[in-house]
């Protein structure tokens, strides 16, 4: 009898024990399944803007790659387009910082309004930001940001009962085989600082192409 009962004694510890390691394994794999969530999180925010919600430049630098090499395996067009706000200074002067916030944000939305799933759209700076465009030509690239510029400059930002003009000056540099992203954003940036030095408000296009093609 003392034998059946320290068995059943013995079961029971068991039986408590099974209990007690299975909610615990269960509040384990909740919490790794927490902390992967908040780590997904984490990542998601050190690569997102938090203004405007757009990637960073961190994002930009880790997606642009894939693009680009897609573009060289496939000989896909692919065009980069970097827009830079124009006198975002004097608004946050006149206006208030939080004026400028808002004509980032309505920027922001106003060039999203008008690219495909495919495109990539970042804030790489304070007031830069940049288009990646896969199976786009340069001059169709031009295109696009032109309407795009039509549609800010046209519509002006409503702020507190006061309308303020907006507009930005872009450049535009084509993918050739070889180039590396490096390439590729400086021939862009070149391609914008022409357009600054024309008088702003405009989109120019990169003369840069593949210098293998380049006759002697």
Do not use: C
Not at 61 to 78: K, N
Not at 84 to 94: E, P, T, V
Not at 174 to 191: P, S
């Amino acid at each position: 009898t003392s034998m059946l009962v320290l068995l059943a004694a013995i079961g029971f510890h068991l039986l408590s024990l099974r209990r007690t390691i299975k909610i615990k394994t269960a509040a384990l794999h909740s919490s790794v399944k927490k902390l992967e969530v908040a780590n997904k999180e984490l990542e998601r925010l050190a690569r997102t803007d938090p203004l405007t919600d757009l990637p960073n430049r961190l994002a930009f630098f880790e997606l642009a790659p894939r693009e680009i090499e897609r573009a060289r395996r496939y000989s896909r067009p692919l065009s980069l387009a970097i827009l830079d706000l124009d006198h975002f200074q004097s608004i946050n002067d006149q206006f208030g910082h939080h004026a400028g916030d808002t004509a980032l944000k309505h920027i922001t939305d106003t060039v999203t309004q008008q690219l495909r799933p495919s495109d990539l759209f970042e804030r790489i700076g304070g007031v830069e930001f940049s288009v990646l465009l896969p199976e786009t030509k340069p001059q169709e690239a031009a295109r696009l940001i032109e309407r795009i510029l039509e549609d800010v400059t046209r519509t002006h930002l409503e702020y507190e009962n006061k309308k303020i003009a907006l507009s930005f000056s872009a450049g535009i540099a084509e993918y050739y085989d070889g180039a590396t992203l490096d390439e590729l954003v400086r021939n862009a940036d070149l391609a914008l600082y022409e357009s600054k030095a024309q008088g702003r408000s405009q989109v120019s296009l990169s003369l840069i192409t593949n210098p293998a093609t380049k006759s002697f």
